[in-house]
């Protein structure tokens, strides 16, 4: 057997100056219960998990989600529960100040009905949370001037949807997230909408950095066994992408010579 | 007198630090965040900052999320 | 900057060799609907020469998806030959006596006019490497003359500083053109001998320059014959792309110009062959599908005909390269290259139309004010 390549198996990339091995982000919405949270992260292996802010019952607090998340983990909070910049900024804020480092996925979104980003609040919050020193990681609609507006505010990747959040409808914005990939020279992470491991191995052999996965996984019958696929899925999809897709045919070669001209020389 | 929790209103016996108030809660300090009257205030100042008639006060934890 | 990239694909090339193309690298550039870096290379290899006919037939198909069966026509208007630089393959090298003119302002309305009466709406105007003869202020001058007469005003002139652009912008110009003429920079020492134009890299930042200062286009290329083609080529592509890159607002456009017979004995060291050229082409076509590409009067008619459908979207028509000439009452100035294709205006739309391609003399409106006020 011919061997592998090892620099395909060592491949790490880099988000605000971290090196990252894992290309699957993970969510920890929707679980049954905390408890499966750290064997989730054991069996994705993934290395940045996401979480979100909420106010507290204060006459009947519970044990918070950060104990569950083993040492070593990058935690990425989000801002869901924004409807304007100024909001996402402000969670951010908190967030910070809690320790949980200065990553923050941007999420800003009126539309309740779609739970569609807001491109424009998006792009306000992220050059200011730049500003203000924190890696920036903005969910966004896979759109080329946001994107590239983005890139130029200093945001650290951009998450364009695949299909609205929860809807487990795959790639559903696969030619636009392909332009982010060829125009944006940032890590594009597709967040939302993955709702199988052959759709993260999709995005990732299309030269996508990573996914960020979560309902797939929490709604599993079997999350832990759907963790796996989705942590193999996205090693094939990236082995794939360095190897280099092999070549579509296009159709039969037509019959009337465009180069015929050259034998007369 | 009564502050404000959250948005609801809450009725406390007599002026208070937000540090002892969190200890009478049972609210697991470690991984809370608390605005107090729209300033976040890092745990270390808690035993400051006294309660007093028409504060507002943000609690807020991690859940999960994606 | 393009100039960080060029230098650093410079060494890049140093230990890669456009010798080491397989037929398979080739086969899986074709393959891949878009092309990075080292698709675009293998395609300029001499593995590619097989592969000329598949690769003729993808390009055709991309070109007819961009942009359909129709080609914009223009023609360059040479205002002065006047020239300070001693580029050995030119007509206008300083050493060289010829006759020397430069348009007045009243002729330049006089050759507008006789140009426009011929139904073209792009106008490229030319002048010799000479700041003195031809500054910028009469560049702007000309162009405010013209400016009521052509819906789109271009430049083929020394490169300027970036404020220079923007006067010239204000003034009514739109589009640069300007050519690195050879991208390696020992070669670009040794043809360019005395001048301001032996800064290679003032050259090659022009585009960049021109972007900034709001120019709606650049046309940019080497002269093939000077350098070694393949090399040439893979620069152009990588200049063309990084501009589309950073100025996604800016319309690209390559061209591909071959050197042409001139007054002086200078011959190319590296002569292109048609198979060559067709290879170049087709590899700018595949590497950046929706990029212009030019193709000049320096080609013969019966090549001009048969490279149309492989991916060129602009062509130069009832072009003169003397200095005047299109209204009879000028009195011209010498050439800077022989014309190869000599047919009139209505000749070239004849042919396209023959060929079921719509001749365009008009495809943007350059909406400021035009009398340039």
Redesign the interface.
């Known amino acids: 057997m011919q061997q592998v390549n090892c620099e395909l198996l060592n491949d790490p990339f880099e988000i605000g100056g971290q090196k990252l091995r894992s290309r699957l982000f993970t969510g920890t919405g929707k679980f049954s219960s905390h408890e499966l949270v750290p064997q989730i992260i054991e069996a994705s292996g993934t290395q940045v998990v996401t979480m979100a802010l909420r106010r507290l019952d204060w006459r009947n607090p519970q044990e918070n989600i950060l104990n569950y998340i083993p040492k070593g983990i990058t935690l990425l909070p989000n801002t869901s529960g924004a409807r304007t910049a100024e909001e996402a900024i402000r969670i951010a804020r908190l967030a910070k100040a809690a320790g949980c480092g200065n990553w923050i996925k941007i999420e800003v979104i009126q539309d309740q009905r779609y739970l569609l980003p807001d491109n424009p609040e998006t792009l306000i919050a992220a050059e200011q949370l730049v500003k203000e020193g924190f890696v920036v990681l903005p969910y966004m609609s896979p759109d080329l001037g946001t994107a590239r507006r983005l890139e130029s505010v200093g945001a650290a990747a951009v998450m364009p949807l695949g299909a609205p959040i929860g809807s487990n409808r795959g790639l559903q914005t696969r030619e636009l997230i392909r332009i982010l990939i060829e125009e944006i020279s940032l890590p594009i992470i597709v967040d939302a909408g993955i709702g199988r491991p052959s759709e993260a191995a999709e995005a990732l052999e299309m030269g996508a950095a990573a996914v960020l996965v979560n309902t797939a996984i929490a709604t599993a019958d079997q999350p832990l066994e759907m963790a796996h696929a989705f942590r193999l899925a996205v090693e094939a999809g990236r082995s794939a992408y360095l190897a280099g897709l092999g070549a579509r045919r296009d159709q039969a070669e037509a019959s009337s010579p465009l180069t015929g001209f050259l034998r007369e020389e | 007198m009564n502050i404000m929790i959250n948005g609801e209103k809450a009725e406390l016996r007599d002026t208070i630090s937000l540090q002892r108030w969190v200890e009478e809660q049972n609210i697991p300090h470690t991984t809370v965040i608390i605005e107090y009257n729209g300033e976040i205030i890092p745990e270390e100042r808690w035993g400051y900052v006294e309660l007093k008639q028409g504060d507002q006060l943000e609690i807020l934890k991690f859940v999960g999320g994606g | 900057m393009f100039f960080d990239e060029f230098k650093s694909w410079q060494k890049e090339l140093t230990h890669y060799s456009f010798e080491q193309v397989s037929q398979g690298d080739v086969?899986?550039a074709?393959?891949?609907?878009?092309l990075d870096f080292m698709d675009f290379l293998a395609l300029l290899s001499p593995a590619a020469k097989l592969y000329?006919?598949?690769m003729?037939?993808?390009a055709?198909?991309l070109t007819l998806q961009n942009f359909g069966k129709s080609i914009l026509l223009f023609t360059p208007l040479y205002l002065a030959n006047f020239c300070s630089n001693q580029c050995v393959y030119c007509s206008y090298n300083i050493k060289n006596k010829i006759l020397r003119r430069k348009l007045s302002l009243a002729e330049v309305e006089v050759e507008g006019k006789a140009i426009a009466e011929k139904g073209l709406q792009h106008l490229l105007l030319l002048t010799g490497e000479s700041r003195q003869a031809s500054s910028p202020e009469y560049i702007a001058d000309c162009t405010r003359i013209l400016r009521p007469y052509f819906a789109s005003l271009g430049i083929e002139v020394y490169p300027l500083e970036t404020q220079e652009y923007r006067e010239l912008y204000a003034a009514g110009i739109d589009t640069l053109t300007i050519y690195q003429e050879v991208y390696d920079e020992d070669i670009y020492a040794s043809v360019h001998l005395a001048g301001p134009k032996r800064i290679h890299r003032y050259r090659l930042e022009a585009p960049e320059r021109a972007c900034e200062a709001g120019f709606s286009g650049v046309t940019i290329g080497a002269l093939l014959g000077l350098g070694e083609w393949r090399k040439e080529a893979f620069f152009t592509g990588l200049h063309a792309s990084y501009l589309q890159?950073t100025y996604?607002d800016v319309e690209i456009v390559v061209s591909a110009p071959r050197m042409r017979p001139h007054a002086g004995s200078y011959k190319p060291q590296y002569p292109i062959?048609?198979?060559e050229l067709?290879q170049i082409l087709l590899a700018y076509r595949l590497f950046m599908p929706r990029g212009g590409i030019t193709l000049s009067t320096r080609e013969s008619a019966?090549m001009r005909d048969?490279l149309l459908?492989?991916g060129i979207t602009k062509l130069s028509a009832g072009s003169l390269t003397s200095v005047g000439g299109y209204a009879e009452s000028t009195e011209t100035g010498s050439a800077q290259f022989e014309v190869s294709d000599e047919r009139s205006v209505e000749e070239v739309v004849a042919m396209l139309r023959s060929k079921g391609y719509q001749p365009v003399f008009c495809d943007w409106v350059n909406l400021r004010d035009r009398r340039g006020a």
């Open positions: 086969e899986r074709l393959g891949h609907e878009r000329l006919e598949p003729a037939q993808k055709h198909r890159k996604p062959t048609d198979a067709v019966p048969a459908p492989l």
